[in-house]
């Protein structure tokens, strides 16, 4: 059972950066995957990215690659998204998500997932 908590969301300009972090309760964190997926008004959740627990590797949906970076600390049971050069449509509730001992892909659906993180761009 892993218990996952955002923060880091608020209101940014398009261009800007902005920094989440997930914490995760737990012993076992690097035994789990990390992923943030968001959901804009009106749309179905997305998956954004994710970094898995055995070789790091980051994976990242097109539309955030380049802009967007996952990293997370084991020691400090955190996974972190650093967006860069921010746009309008990336405006939407940030969720970070987990699941233990396989990769987190689009379509996938991670037994954890924390209650979200609101990110706004304005132009």
């Known amino acids: 059972q892993v218990q996952l908590v955002e923060s880091g969301g608020g209101l940014v300009q398009a261009g800007g950066s902005l920094r989440l972090s997930c914490a995760a309760s737990?012993?076992?964190?690097?035994?789990?995957?990390m992923g943030w997926f968001r959901q804009a008004p009106g749309k179905e959740r997305e998956f954004v990215a994710s970094?898995?627990?055995?070789?790091?590797?980051?994976y990242y949906t097109d539309s955030v690659k380049g802009r967007f970076t996952i990293s997370r600390d084991n020691a400090k049971n955190t996974v972190y998204l650093q967006m860069d050069s921010l746009k309008r449509e990336d405006t939407a509730v940030y969720y970070c998500?987990?699941?233990?001992?396989?990769?987190?892909?689009?379509?996938?659906?991670?037994?954890?997932w924390g209650q979200g993180t609101q990110v706004t761009v304005s132009s």
């Open positions: 737990g012993r076992t964190f690097s035994n789990y995957t």
């Open positions: 998500a987990a699941d233990m001992l396989r990769a987190i892909v689009p379509g996938s659906s991670p037994a954890y």
């Open positions: 970094i898995h627990w055995s070789t790091g590797v980051p």
